[in-house]
């Protein structure tokens, strides 16, 4: 697993009880994994013989097609990847539309890279593929959270300021979500497939701070118009309408469900330590 030590990361290793992960990170990091190895994956010589001791690579941090480019070289024979990509990839209106139809090159910096590394590895990769455009992630057991944002800042100010009306879906999956997706995928890799994912039964802002804020056991006065919120330095992934998403067989909780147990475990100060 490339970028292990972030917060995918570890919701990944959890969904893989009894594997033998072998997690590649330029920084140390406290999660469940059996083998670390800490280098630079622009290091193609070590990252080849990590690879060759490999049967599966999940990359959550290649950004571009040069850093796409060193994974191609350093894996010259076939295994099954899951790389993941973002709904960056995609200008917000083709959202709805079928990953068939991508679209323009987006505007953002960030999702050209993740288009051009989905592109040629889509061209190039040798084994299974499966390219995944995830939406916001929200972390239960970090208490850096970035949706704790909206928390902190109504305890000191008692309000709290939405992007956009508050009345737009947020494109958001819990991290353990999406973890088990990658898993029931690893079960059984075939093909090359570039998809979309996204909660079933998406909720609007509005909703989602409100059951954040009753988990918190806080009442702040809502207010709307704000530029961006917590989660980028843009504007967040709102979204009218429908929006096609994959999400294979895995039953996904209500995302109310999610953001009222956050808030209850920044209440009571209750996020996990992992283990060293």
Request: aromatic fraction near 6%; hydrophobic fraction near 40%.
């Amino acid at each position: 697993m490339l970028g292990a030590g972030g917060k995918l990361g570890r919701a990944v290793i959890a969904a893989h009880p009894g594997s033998h992960i072998l997690g590649v990170s330029r920084r140390g990091a406290d999660v469940w994994v059996r083998s670390w190895h800490w280098f630079d994956r622009r290091n193609c010589q070590q990252l080849s013989r990590v690879l060759a001791q490999a049967d599966a690579v999940i990359d959550l941090c290649c950004f571009d097609s040069a850093t796409a480019e060193g994974l191609l070289q350093a894996c010259p024979h076939q295994l099954p990847l899951i790389f993941a990509s973002s709904i960056a990839e995609r200008e917000p209106a083709y959202w709805p539309l079928p990953e068939s139809q991508l679209g323009p090159e987006p505007a953002d910096l960030y999702g050209q890279g993740k288009r051009a590394a989905a592109e040629l590895l889509l061209h190039h990769w040798q084994g299974p593929l499966l390219v995944a455009l995830l939406p916001q992630l929200v972390c239960l057991d970090d208490r850096g959270e970035p949706a704790l944002a909206y928390v902190t800042t109504a305890a000191q100010t008692g309000q709290v300021a939405l992007a956009g009306s508050g009345d737009q879906q947020i494109a958001t999956l819990e991290c353990r979500a999406v973890a088990r997706l990658f898993a029931q995928w690893l079960a059984n890799p075939n093909g090359k497939t570039r998809v979309q994912l996204n909660h079933p039964r998406p909720q609007t802002l509005r909703v989602l701070v409100d059951a954040l804020m009753q988990g918190a056991e806080l009442s702040p006065q809502i207010v709307i118009g704000a530029k961006r919120g917590p989660h980028s330095g843009g504007d967040e992934p709102l979204y009218t309408g429908s929006m096609t998403q994959w999400q294979g067989e895995v039953t996904m909780r209500p995302l109310t469900e999610a953001f009222a147990q956050l808030g209850r475990l920044w209440k009571h100060n209750d996020f996990p330590d992992h283990p060293v």
